[in-house]
């Protein structure tokens, strides 16, 4: 059964003060590793894909690596904007329709 | 503008009663879904739809019901035999290209059991 683990559950970071979440998964062939963001009362908006071990994608002060066992998404120099629930999901190599398993996620809170 | 539209965003139901969710979307997306969202859980899919006049059970399928009638429209009923309703649920779609991975979703409807 494909699982995804985050860590921590919550984060409070001071302004500026960068940090990083995990997001450990086990599937059993992995098509695709997703990370979205999501706001209070809202739906979860999409910020990155990576397909394999190594890849690398950043956008503005996140940068989301991938390795075999986990994904990292880093917050440089993050302002109080960037709280959010951040969550991660997998997509496995077999099964069709796009079923994506999510972890619980990280709830960040970036304060003045 | 384009995007998904949930409705309503917020509906009280008594216990017993049957309710329907509305999930409309103008991206011309071929596939949408319905997931759960529980505080401490993680997204749960309930039913999926690839093409119109077909669907697929998801992993939380017991309770409720869909059709896909329109490309544009996929409705989600909440029955009574859901034995604990009280949820957010959010709808999403996905384009053809489904390697990206990316879904798009609408802002939720919050439903409460009284």
């Known amino acids: 059964e494909d ?4 860590s921590p559950e919550a984060l409070r970071l001071q302004e500026g003060e960068s940090s990083s979440l995990n997001c450990s998964y086990t599937v059993s ?60 999901a997998v997509r496995p190599l077999t099964g069709g329709g796009n079923k994506l398993t999510f972890g619980t996620g990280t709830q960040l809170k970036v304060e003045l | 503008d384009g995007g998904i539209t949930q409705s309503p965003k917020y509906l009280f139901r008594k216990e017993g009663q049957n309710v329907t969710l ?6 011309n997306h071929d596939a949408m879904y319905w ?7 993680g997204l749960r899919l309930i039913y999926y739809s690839q093409i119109v006049n077909d669907f697929q059970k998801g992993d939380i399928a017991e309770g409720y019901s869909v059709s896909r009638e329109k490309k544009e429209s996929f409705p989600l009923t909440v029955t009574s035999a859901q034995k604990n309703p009280t949820a ?13 991975g990316e879904l798009f979703f609408g802002e939720g409807s919050r439903l409460t059991v009284l």
């Open chain 1, 3 to 6: 699982q995804v683990t985050q």
């Open chain 1, 29 to 88: 062939g992995l098509r695709g590793l997703f990370w979205y963001r999501q706001d209070p009362g809202k739906g979860p908006e999409f910020l990155f894909t990576l397909y394999s071990a190594g890849e690398e994608k950043e956008k503005e002060r996140l940068k989301a690596t991938l390795t075999k066992k986990e994904s990292f998404l880093h917050i440089t120099a993050p302002k109080p904007e960037d709280s959010a629930t951040y969550l991660c």
């Open chain 2, 22 to 27: 509305s999930c409309e979307q103008n991206l």
């Open chain 2, 35 to 41: 997931y759960r969202q529980d505080p401490g859980q």
């Open chain 2, 88 to 100: 957010f649920y959010l709808c999403a779609t996905a384009d053809r290209d489904y390697n990206t």
